[in-house]
């Protein structure tokens, strides 16, 4: 791996190994790509996947599989916007590994606690690589559309219809297994909303964009997304009465950035007017809700957010920033927004982590860079990296289409045709590695659930 450029750690005064926080002049692309070059070295520092006997695409313990999928996703976007290849190699790797020898990701050492939105991250990450012309697998490899339309096509036969239990909707998990089982969330679908309404712009088959319109209206109805266009966590299922009574009314910011984009790329497939009107609501709402004087924050747990939460705020604004290639006239409402963020974060990466250079660990509340209480890690990087590199949206090329440019060619027959959503494949000692992801966010979506119940009354 390359790291940043020898001229940049003398510029920070890191030869001398003097502490130091990372300079970035937001009007001086040079700087902006600098202080990103930092970033996404330390958050680089976390992964060991690419070392020999270790495995590509995993981010040692306690990062959960999902965070990791995620991550290289921010890395395909840092090299889109920054042109930094350095990285090229192992991310190209991980996104090619995790897809598993069922070319899915959905492999044997992660299947066992497998949530439709920790698969749906992985396949945001291959939509990605494939939208920005990141480097495909080699021929004989499954490249990146094909695997994201393999998850497609699990979602759709994961999918409860009408008259099924709350009426249609993904489930968290997709095993019976699983914990969250019985919940429907409303990032799982998400994730299918946002693939399918990127695969329909990628491939110009309505089949796709019909789907995601389904998706909407499931969310809709359920009023996971309010009229005010709030968007809530998700609903729960009683097997007692076999109806979904409850709600967990908490607003994430992913949630809603995950469904602002969804929501763009509708509007830029289809031109419709309602696309563009829920466009502007989710920000409208986004505005509200995530920001505290102009400032991502985000409001449920902030500053003692657990690892997963960590993250959210990254996405958002990546959401964001590619919501202002996608509909027009947005960029002059948006682009100002990413600017303060990226000042207000990078002024945070003042801190000492176990690893990475000294002095240049980024912190996770944006709002006081003095409050350290958020820690430092692969998520706080994330966002920071986040809120930098998306200042340059705007020197990029739209997201690539079979029609304007994309190389990855596609293939609507990937997926496990034959998986039985109530029965997961036979456990192997394998799947230890995987277990245990999803636990963080099941136990705060319980306690979000129980406060929302008595908030209720
Ligand atoms: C790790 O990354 C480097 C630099 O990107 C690359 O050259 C190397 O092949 C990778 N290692 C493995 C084991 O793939
Ligand atoms: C599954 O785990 C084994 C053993 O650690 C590893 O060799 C293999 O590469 C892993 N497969 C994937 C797709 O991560
Ligand atoms: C879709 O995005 C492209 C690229 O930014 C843009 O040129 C086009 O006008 C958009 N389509 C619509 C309907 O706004
Ligand atoms: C910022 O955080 C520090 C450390 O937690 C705290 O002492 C200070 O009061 C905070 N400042 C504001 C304006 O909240
Ligand atoms: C469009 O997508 C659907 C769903 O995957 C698929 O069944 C169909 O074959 C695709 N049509 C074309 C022309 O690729």
Request: one cysteine or more; a negative charge; hydrophobic letters at 35%.
């Amino acid at each position: 791996m390359k790291w940043p450029s020898s001229a940049t750690l003398v510029a920070l005064g890191l030869l001398n190994n003097m502490a130091s926080a990372i300079p970035l002049d937001v009007e001086d692309e040079d700087s902006v790509k600098d202080a990103a070059a930092t970033v996404a070295f330390d958050m680089m520092s976390y992964y060991t996947g690419n070392r020999t006997g270790d495995t590509p695409g995993f981010l040692p313990d306690p990062y959960y599989w999902w965070l990791a999928g995620a991550m290289f996703g921010t890395m395909v976007d840092y090299r889109q916007l920054t042109g930094d290849r350095s990285y090229d190699d192992p991310v190209r790797q991980a996104l090619m590994h995790q897809m598993g020898e069922t070319n899915d990701y959905n492999h044997q050492n992660v299947t066992s606690q497998m949530g439709n939105d920790d698969q749906g991250f992985w396949a945001m990450s291959a939509m990605l690589a494939a939208e920005t012309l990141f480097p495909d697998p080699p021929e004989d490899h499954t490249q990146y559309v094909p695997a994201v339309q393999a998850v497609f096509n699990e979602y759709v036969m994961r999918w409860e219809d009408e008259g099924d239990l709350c009426d249609g909707g993904l489930r968290w998990q997709v095993y019976s297994t699983g914990e969250g089982w019985d919940y429907k969330n409303t990032i799982s679908n998400g994730c299918f909303f946002n693939v399918a309404a990127r695969l329909g712009r990628y491939t110009a088959n309505d089949t796709y964009l019909e789907w995601a319109e389904r998706v909407w209206d499931w969310v809709e109805g359920r009023d996971l997304i309010n009229e005010n266009y709030e968007i809530r966590d998700g609903t729960h299922i009683d097997f007692d009465t076999m109806t979904c009574p409850g709600m967990d009314r908490n607003q994430w910011s992913y949630n809603a950035g995950i469904f602002l984009h969804g929501a763009a790329v509708m509007y830029n497939s289809t031109g419709e007017s309602i696309w563009r009107e829920r466009v502007e609501g989710i920000l409208d709402n986004i505005e509200e809700e995530f920001f505290r004087d102009g400032i991502a924050f985000e409001p449920i747990c902030e500053p003692l957010c657990n690892r997963d939460q960590l993250s959210f705020k990254g996405y958002l604004l990546r959401w964001m920033a590619w919501t202002t290639q996608l509909v027009p006239g947005t960029y002059d409402r948006i682009h100002p927004v990413l600017i303060r963020q990226a000042e207000a974060a990078a002024a945070t990466c003042i801190g000492t982590a176990d690893r990475g250079i000294p002095g240049t660990a980024c912190g996770f509340s944006w709002t006081n860079s003095s409050d350290t209480r958020g820690g430092y890690g692969v998520a706080q990087q994330m966002n920071v990296l986040a809120a930098i590199i998306t200042t340059l949206i705007g020197n990029v090329d739209p997201p690539a289409s079979l029609e304007n440019g994309g190389t990855s060619i596609d293939d609507p027959s990937g997926g496990r045709r034959d998986e039985s959503p109530y029965q997961p494949p036979p456990i192997t000692t394998a799947d230890r590695v995987g277990a245990g992801f999803v636990t963080a966010i099941y136990c705060c979506v319980a306690i979000g659930f129980f406060t929302s119940l008595s908030m209720m009354k």
